[in-house]
């Protein structure tokens, strides 16, 4: 770029900022005073005509022209950029033409132009308005000579090619941008509106009426008794200076901490009630915000939108929900936007205090690393409310208030079917992630479209109770849809079923008696929880010692189903891993390869193969990568305990060695279970089971074979070498391939029998082929 490229760019970026800041300064005086101040100038312009001599209502009009396009200019600056288009085209409308009709449309061509730029938006619609109108009026000045009136369609027609242009470049442009973009180029169209609501006198409320609503909502029993303590406090502070004692106007700011579609926007309407209801506040309104309404798109902006929102919600109540996402630091950089927002905020909350009332909401965790992330905001915000999940016959209420609302209603039936459902969901961990009161606003609309489906596929002329009734088929068609995005969610298998697969294995006699006491002190623990006495910390993650193929992620498997059914896990699936999916190319990508595996386990079991291999001494200095893997999952081991079981596995003695490398492996990993390697009867067991869920069968002499074998290897210790189960299965995937081939080898149709019928013959081709002969 040229020298005076860049002076110019510095002089266009000097200016802007000079012109914002001439806004804020605008902006932060009260709208009566601005109308003062313009009022003031208009009185006074006009005086100083008349002792000038100048003709009073020609200096009046023209000063009232020039304030009005001010206020147009510090409002809507893109709407003064328009107009400004407009006045030349005004007197190029006089030029073409000065007779009454063409006069006439063409002035009309110039507002339609205008208005299509600005619905059009996501591009500056003075630079539409006037790529729209120049062409036109070349078209109309060198047209109307020859064409006469025809000539002013063929400008209109011109214009309406160039509008359908940057039609076609703004959905282009706002593809192109993000959300948050979106949002800036919206607010650059103008400051919002104050709504008509706000403006009519509110109904007078009593205190009584708005507890009254509170006590109305399902659940939530400790907000509601918190937000009594408040209106208490009120009550006696309003006692105390009707007594004579000095007492401050009880006003405060908030935090609404839990998860979402718990009541959080509703208790905080009723909030602004009671205050109204104690003439602390001049109405009860509640301006509902997010990060996109107080952040500009510049620095400088972001103040004026901020102030502009709390000059919208003074005398009530300011509502700012997902407010840990006014600081949003990426890549170690500071959200200098979002500081700016929370400064002018804290600063609007400080000296409007007796006029305000600032309700900070979200996640009880981010909300708690954003208060940390200002004084100011843990010193003003102090009030803190925490609203818990809601409990599955909570759900089922709120359902049922929900239909009575719809005119809907459950049949008998379908009221137990449900409450199960909510109960599930609750075991599974999934309350909160399904959104709470919102998930049941959903099931109820869900369930509705199933119904209505379903009564009018039936044919006929339904019947007025049909066409109200909810059945238990429509409530699990709904909830299957609206569960569906969980990976693996499916029906919560039994305690019963999950130990009975465990006892079905073959051997492993130490490892199934662990398993079930694993299983009894989990089950005690639930218990002794639901009943309000003190339980131990739940076993979370294990060490699998033992030789390969003695079904350790056979065992995890089931300990997941053991989790998912007792409540401990929302699901009993089981991501397997090894080294390669947990360790990156270089430091750094470790991190996060780690965190997306466990991201995808979380709600599950992490099954992690060979774990000894995270620390690989060979490396000259140290494994830096296995270790920064090995710090990664111990930190998420520990955040996320009450989502996750981990479980690592591998031989014993690598194990113990990798298990002394790092003192929280150790005390975090407490639980081991030691697989033994398989007798020569459990072999044969596994041979034989194995073949039986194929439809084949070993003959007698086959089964003498396989024990044969299987002791000889056992004997001279090579079946950890072999691979334990894993050899049992080769021999018979070997050995029923070897009988296949001599089958396919005799001339005629051979048997059903002899189809499914492994003989001695096929066993010993089999050893002779994995042996190597």
Known sequence: MRDSDRTREAGRATARELFEQVRARYFRLPPALRRLLFGVVLVGTVGLGAAL??????????????????????????????????????????????????????SLL??????????IGWVPPWLTTLMALVPAGVAAAALMPVMGM??????????????????????????????????????????????????????????????????????????????RSIAASIEASRLRAEAGYTAERPMRHFVFVGPPGTGKT?????????????????????VEAQRADLVGEFLGATAIKTNELVDRALGGVLFIDEAYSLINSADGQPDRF????????????????????????????????????????????????????????????????????????LTPEARPALLGLFEDVQRRGLTDELGNARFARSLVEAAAQARDVRVVGAGGTPSTEDLVTTTVADVTKAFNELTARFRGYQATPSLEEALADLDSMAGLEPVKRQVHAIAA??????????????????????????????GKTTVARILGRIFAALGLLARPDVVEAQRADLVGQHLGATAIKTNELVDR?????????????????????????????????????????????????????????????????????????????????????????????SGDVFDEEARADLDEVFRMICAEGLIDGLGNGRFARSLFERASMRRDVRLAAIEGTASAAQLTTITSQDVRAAVDELSGR
């Open 338 to 409: 979002g500081s700016e927002a929370v400064q002018t905020l804290l600063k609007r909350a400080e000296d409007d205090r007796e006029r305000l009332i600032v309700i900070l909401a979200g996640y009880e965790q981010e909300m708690s690393g954003f208060l940390a992330s200002n004084p100011g905001l843990s010193s003003r915000f102090a009030t803190r409310v925490r609203f818990p999940s809601y409990a599955p016959h909570e759900l089922l209420e709120i359902t049922e208030l929900l239909q009575g609302r719809r005119g809907d209603r």
């Open 601 to 693: 386990a979380l709600g599950g079991v992490l099954f992690i193969d060979e774990a000894y291999s995270l620390v690989n001494p060979g490396y000259a200095g140290g494994d830096a990568f296995g270790a920064e893997a090995v710090q990664t999952l111990l930190k998420r081991a520990e955040d996320d305990r009450d989502r996750l079981v981990i479980v690592l596995a591998g031989y014993e003695r690598e194990t113990d060695a990798f298990l002394a490398t790092n003192p929280g492996l150790a005390s975090r990993f407490n639980q081991r279970v030691r697989f033994p390697s398989y007798a020569p009867a459990e072999l044969s067991r596994i041979a034989v089971r194995l073949a039986e869920q």
């Open 266 to 286: 509703s208790v905080a309407r009723t909030v602004a009630k009671i205050f109204y209801a104690f003439g602390l506040l001049e109405t009860p309104y509640v």
């Open 110 to 119: 110039g507002v339609l132009v205008a208005v299509g730029a600005h619905l």
């Open 521 to 550: 002190q989990l089950k005690v623990a639930r218990m002794r929880h639901e009943r309000g006495l003190p339980a131990p910390a739940q076993m979370r993650h294990f060490v699998f010692v033992g030789p390969p193929g003695t």
């Open 150 to 227: 025809a000539a002013i369609s063929v400008s209109y027609g011109v214009a309406i090619a160039v509008l359908i242009y940057r039609f076609v470049v703004a959905r282009r442009v706002k593809a192109e941008m993000t959300a948050e973009d979106q949002v800036r180029v919206r607010a650059r169209d103008g400051r919002p509106e104050v709504p008509a609501d706000r403006n009519a006198p509110p109904s007078p409320i009593s205190v009584a009426d708005a507890l009254g609503e509170l006590d109305a909502m399902i659940g939530l029993a400790p907000v509601k008794e918190q937000v």
């Open 53 to 106: 001599g100048w003709e009073l209502w020609g200096t009046f009009v023209t000063a009232a022209i020039v304030l009005g396009f001010l206020a147009l200019t510090l409002n809507f600056p893109r709407a003064a950029a328009t107009v400004l288009v407009l006045i030349p085209w005004g007197f190029a409308v006089v030029l073409i033409s000065q007779a009454p009709g063409p006069l006439m449309l063409l």
